[in-house]
């Protein structure tokens, strides 16, 4: 998979988080559906692992592509999710997108463990696509 496909790839995802997102906001789908919040941490997770990847190893902005051991790898993919999903709940927080402290703490850790999940997805990912075929050529 070469890497402008992996860049296709982060642009479909982020419509597909956004057309979600605008679902969720325009149905009421996070108040109704307990689940469909996870969903959406899920994908975010993945797309911000992938992104950061692709930033660090495919951009062109910190040099070459050259890979570092694979637990390099997921600890930077792992912080930066949890950077931007920390982020988030902040960002939520702050500008009163959490109506109720009822159950806050709950979907909160639930969140971030789910943003946590997509970003390890996003390094299984990115290993067994572009890190294996490295070593295979």
């Known amino acids: 998979m070469p890497r402008a496909t992996l860049l296709s790839f982060l642009a479909i995802l982020v419509f597909l988080i ?7 906001i325009f149905l009421h789908l996070y108040w109704t559906l307990w689940w469909y919040d996870i969903i959406v941490h899920f994908l975010g997770g993945l797309f911000t692992g992938l992104l950061v ?36 709940e902040i960002f939520e927080r702050i500008f009163g997108n959490t109506w109720s402290v009822e159950g ?30 490295k070593r295979n050529a």
Do not use: N
């Open 18 to 24: 956004v057309a979600l997102h605008a679902a969720a």
């Open 53 to 88: 990847l692709w930033l660090r190893f495919f951009s062109g902005y910190f040099g070459a592509e050259a890979f570092p051991a694979g637990q390099s790898v997921l600890l930077f993919a792992l912080a930066a999710t949890l950077v931007v999903g920390i982020g988030w």
């Open 104 to 133: 806050y703490y709950m979907d909160t850790t639930l969140d971030i463990i789910f943003d946590f999940i997509g970003g390890a997805c996003a390094f299984v990912f990115f290993k067994r696509k572009y890190m294996a075929q």
